[in-house]
């Protein structure tokens, strides 16, 4: 490696934009140079002009802030390297090999995001931390030492000793199924080979010549559906991603009717098991189909998923899981080999899976904390993740609470009576005229309300087939804002002498939605479902507030399709999430997902997100005398005469603020008590 | 743990045969006091009296060498734990569990071998070193706290602490396949488990209450036979040995010819590998039926095998072997799950597999270096393992160095006219008389001499069939005794006027053993095979011997089959080895197997001899002009004139010693110089 100078005389290199900066001989190459700077140029091939990863970009001209001049005589011209390698893959007009080029005087050079080698992924909000890439599998190209009578060594060890040489790593051993493939590897590539290298110690994959591509995989396990994303480890970059409906489905809907067919099914979590593995694998082959990529450069694997159906993946019998004290067989993360548990991508490639939290908060909500980070900031953050119950994250980066609350899958749209899942003719959106109390409404696959032309046409060729989660909360709160149900959660059947959508069943009354080959409306048991999912939710994050010594939260972020599809201010009018600046109150997309995708491509953060669960405190909402105070209190829907009057005026305006008083600790709270009391006197 | 006492008027305790002494106080149970003063006393479940490990034997009396006075007094009367374990399991009449019983006043106390923890396996031979019992898998008992819903940790999770904190272990993880069975496991013991524990860090079996059988495998894999040992991990005893032909034979005789297979056949390589797994899986079969454990119990295997062996056995392609420069796919000691190379012991169980020298000297020579472990010693020491080639070994604690004589199979019995493989019917034992030129001899599978009464009906019964390996050294150098064959190796034809059993084939001459169903004769063709494998042979070790730069051995040690059936003073006779004391010429057995077994019982053992053999110097001898000029020269038989006199006149006297001198190197060296003076004029 090249050393500092510290002759004034020698040429002074300068990198952008990291502004670092120092001597170095002539002659030194610029790869060197960069090396000794700490400046983390990517390479493949250890410097010998194939790979093309360390390219950079000499910039010249005065530079007064650094008072050097850079010109192009300061560069060594064109070498053979770079020749090569423009004739074969092309270079860019100024582009240069950092490998071969190298330093002739001053000179002022720039790398180009793409040649780091830990380069950053920026992610889309503001208060995302970025992602920087660091895989635990990386690429390394090397030349063998031929086998020479004189020295018996094994190809192997001539491996060894050869990573060591020239990368300076210092292998401790190599998966058994490489002994195999070893030495055709050699011979084929005339003693040149790729090998892939996993955190830093096991050779898990061997390619003959330059081999440069590496891909992994960020999987969510779903009850419902499975998603997977096939990330470019080089890049960062997402190269196809699809989704698969989970086909534990079959054995039943939710996560505890498949919890009891186990317990009903000796042997049924093992049809589970090879269900979902199944599931996976052609996930694997349709997204490596969509990159045009095969499996063998397929070699990271990380999952995430919710208690059961982390064991179940994992081969684990679920039945603990259903019943107190709700014991998870293993926690921890886990690490092993794809092999092992049958998921197809190349035969050395790992797995891993992140650690669960309790036993009702699982891998998938560490990947939410660890994609949203809350350990990292200073303001409270409210993590919530609703499936079939409710998983809430609370704290900054002092503490973390977390429980589970049980929703039920109402939110969902179960237990509902025309509830559905979110799929193309479920009704979605949904506005009740205060004064006539006739909706009007849009389906999932239309654009067209259903009071706007065209849209009995949508109904030809979609139809309304029932509401879909986001919906029912959206047309509850409408309810409500439209003097249809009381505060607490009645629908008001005098209003049937006003209106022939209100309608009697025995005792209580319904709203009828949409009359056509489906009949949609809400009934009193709607309402109540609701009502008991969302105050079990409030209940949850109140506990939470509690346990951590807060009485508001800084932000909100919902993760998951709940969060995706909901419209977060009939979550702030039905009293389902505690009071927040709604601008505060965030949809945080496939957390999970993206929390799998972070351990994927960078492998500090497996450690990171270990450690965080670790001393995440949990808390089991089931032996909580409080919690069932709390979701007692919460059953109500909160006063509409003060804040929330303008939203019965105005439910469209883009950004409502529910308080007009400015945001802050001592403000939300005083409102939280207001809004308390009114739920005591409900 | 127990600390010592400084306080003079506490009580005295003084283990033996340690001599291991120290003061306590009073109420200290015996087992603290012994782990306090680093006596170490065996326990699987921890100091909880239900394993029986830990049995100590007080001794009373006054024992004026220590100056204490131990009476029954002084230790403290039996305990409950210990009626239990009596009434269950039985405990000899003055036997304790140090776990209860405490010390009460000066006391002395044995500590049985078998009480020991790192118990020592005394060896047969003086030389030999002893085997610290020390195994890289053990048990531990453990009670596992339950789960609570106030503390929401795993069960994995809990093992973990538990471990922790009863055994100071800090795990690292736990075998994939554990997860599947641990809370079943936990639940049927009632929170208390055996784990098992690989290398101090990962878990890799469960079961359910205490489990206190440990087992493991040394299996040699040879070209002819596969030969495996059961062994007791606890005690280091061998509970079933057994063996099995190598089903590779189909596919080849020798190696060389197995290794064309594949070149001619491919996927040759995958049937052969198949089918070794195969036979071994048989074999592990039958040694646990034999000692009537089931295979959960087997926790460890260690195998050696030749190169060739030890790459198809890993599933590896021989073919590099099959030609210069004869390079290994791998050569260091590898370490996997059994499962990878579907081994069928307990489902974590492990296999070690010991590392080659070098492309022609395997494991098994490896092993070999283990059991006789000359780099342990001063004196200088030849180890020869004869198979299709001889691997040869050289050296003491400063240098060893290694070789592979290309003998051919002749030494096997191959190559010969009447050569045969060592079986029932085989002539392996020849006397020749000198005057009358008529042969007498003794077939495997029988103790009478063909001269002796009885020895038609055996013939009747077994057949004389041909001749073994270990046969046909002895019947040459019966034939050069007798003058049948000059010095040169001729037969001498002139002898047909005096025998009928000299015959002429065309123009040369032929020995006449025997006729029956099968005619059994010595060809001048095979006096040239067994010339040119013992020249081999033996400029293998000269050579090495020059490399060393020694003159002379202090021992040889001759491993396998060879070595133990050969008379070593025929070996002597012809020159197939160098000069040495006769009774320093030791038949070392299955040394390979028996290094094999000292990897399983102790893990350190692996760490040293993987350091030894990186340390081995190799020689190639076909790139070596001094390997050709040695085995020109060692072409003929050596004089028979002086120092051979005397075995012409009592071949059978039971210590022969070649030369009359002191055994030394000067005096060796010099009569190294006369035998290739002779040898340079023959």
Redesign the interface.
């Given at each position: 490696m090249a050393t500092l100078s510290d002759n004034k005389n020698d040429p002074l290199i300068i990198f952008t934009p990291s502004g670092k900066r120092g001597r170095f001989a002539k002659g030194t190459p610029i790869l060197e140079a960069a090396r000794a700077l700490g400046v983390n140029i990517d390479s493949v091939c250890g410097g010998r002009g194939i790979c093309g990863r360390c390219q950079i970009e000499p910039s010249f001209g005065e530079f007064a802030k650094h008072a050097i001049t850079s010109t192009s005589e300061n560069i060594s011209p064109f070498g053979a390297k770079e020749e090569r390698y423009k004739n074969k893959f092309g270079l860019a007009d100024l582009r240069r090999l950092s490998c071969s080029a190298q330093i002739e005087g001053d000179i002022v050079i720039d790398v180009p995001p793409e040649s780091e080698m830990h380069k950053q992924i920026v992610r889309k909000q503001a208060d995302e931390r970025d992602i920087i890439l660091n895989p635990c599998i990386r690429l390394y190209y090397i030349e063998v030492e031929e086998?020479?009578?004189?020295n018996?060594?094994?190809?192997?060890?001539r491996v060894?000793e050869a990573i060591a040489a020239q990368w300076n790593l210092d292998i401790a051993?190599?998966d058994?199924h490489i002994?195999?493939i070893?030495?055709?590897a050699l011979r084929k590539g005339q003693w040149k080979i790729t090998v892939a290298i996993y955190n830093d110690k096991h050779i898990i994959a061997v390619w003959p010549e330059l081999q440069d591509k590496l891909y992994g995989l960020a999987v969510d396990i779903g009850s419902t559906t499975i998603a997977c994303h096939l990330t470019n480890m080089q890049t960062g970059d997402v190269v196809a991603a699809s989704g698969i409906m989970n086909p534990q489905i079959r054995f039943g809907e939710d996560l505890m009717s498949r919890v009891s067919y186990v317990m009903m099914n000796p042997g049924g979590d093992q049809e589970m098991t090879k269900a979902v593995r199944e599931a996976i694998n052609t996930l694997i082959e349709q997204v490596c189909e969509e990159a045009e990529i095969t499996k063998d450069v397929v070699l990271d694997a990380v999952f995430v998923g919710n208690p059961v159906m982390h064991h179940l993946f994992?081969?684990?019998?679920p039945t603990?899981l259903g019943g107190?004290?709700?014991?998870?067989?293993?926690?921890?993360a886990?690490?092993?080999k794809a092999s092992?548990?049958d998921i197809s991508i190349a035969s050395g490639g790992r797995v891993y899976i992140l650690p669960?939290?309790?036993?009702h908060v699982g891998a998938d909500t560490a990947g939410v904390v660890l994609s949203e980070a809350p350990f990292n900031n200073e303001e409270i953050t409210l993590l919530v993740d609703v499936g079939t119950n409710a998983e809430i994250v609370l704290g900054n980066k002092d503490k973390l609470v977390a429980a589970s609350s049980p929703t039920g899958p109402a939110f969902e749209g179960a237990e509902i009576s025309s509830g559905q899942r979110a799929a193309p003719g479920a009704i979605e959106r949904v506005r009740i005229d205060k004064e006539t109390l006739e909706p009007r409404f849009r389906i999932i696959g239309s654009e067209t309300w259903s009071d706007e032309e065209g849209f009995a046409k949508e109904v030809e060729n979609i139809g309304v087939t029932g509401i879909c989660g986001s919906g029912i909360i959206e047309i509850i709160a409408q309810m409500y804002l439209a003097g249809i149900i009381t505060q607490d959660g009645v629908i008001d059947g005098t209003l049937a002498q006003k209106s022939n959508r209100i309608l009697q069943d025995g005792r209580t009354f319904s709203y009828l939605v949409h009359e056509g080959e489906v009949t949609v409306k809400v009934t009193q048991n709607d309402v109540r479902a609701i009502q008991l999912a969302k105050s079990a939710l409030y209940a949850g994050c109140k506990l939470l507030m509690e346990k951590l010594g807060v009485n508001a939260v800084d932000k909100i972020k919902l993760a998951g399709a709940f969060g995706t599809h909901i419209d977060t201010k009939y979550a702030l009018i039905l009293g389902m999430i505690p009071d927040c600046q709604l601008e505060n109150v965030i949809a945080a997309g496939n957390a999970a997902g993206t929390g799998a995708r972070i351990a994927l491509l960078n492998k500090d953060t497996r450690q990171e997100i270990e450690d965080v669960v670790e001393k995440i405190e949990?808390i089991?909402t089931?032996?909580e005398p409080r919690f069932q105070e709390h979701f007692i209190a919460a059953m109500g829907i909160p006063n509409s005469a003060d804040e929330f009057q303008i939203l019965r005026n105005n439910v469209d305006m883009p950004k409502f603020v529910i308080s007009s008083a400015q945001s802050g600790q001592k403000e939300a709270g005083s409102k939280r008590k207001r809004r308390a009391n009114r739920r005591g006197s409900a």
């Open positions: 086998p020479d009578m004189h018996p060594k094994g190809d192997l060890e060894y051993d190599c058994l002994l195999p070893l030495q055709k994992l081969g684990i019998d603990e107190a004290p709700f014991a998870l067989a293993a926690g921890s886990q690490s092993f092992d548990i669960c939290i309790a036993g949990k089991e089931a032996v």
